[in-house]
């Protein structure tokens, strides 16, 4: 058996190496995402005192930001990327919530911004 040259070992096993915390951070990055969530929808539920939202909607509500929040990907956005993450929670809260006055789904959306931004400070991801 010939003896492997030792220069293409050492890369191949350097490559590999750097791959490996890719793993690692995602994981961070999910952990990071389920944190916010929680905070959220806690925030969320003490806000529902105001706008009395029936058990069942206040949780198809929470649901649609927690699919937002956990497709999206963590980090800052600009203003045009944070308008469009709004208008898809205010559109699907539209199509599951189609009961839902106007005015009320505009105070939880100011509701949800506020909330966003505070609990986005809290949940600061690993580096």
Known sequence: MAARPLFPTLLT????????????SAEDETETRKKL????????AAANAEW???????????DIIDRQIMKEPLGKKTPEEQAKVVNDIKDASH?????LESKTLEKMLQTLKAK?????????PKK
């Open 13 to 24: 096993m350097t490559s590999l190496l750097l791959t490996l915390p890719a793993p690692a």
């Open 37 to 44: 969530v929680a905070c959220i929808n806690k925030d969320i």
């Open 52 to 62: 009395k939202l029936p058990a069942a909607d206040l949780k198809k509500f929470t």
């Open 95 to 99: 199509k599951e919530l189609p009961n």
């Open 116 to 124: 966003g931004a505070h609990c986005s400070t809290l949940v600061k």
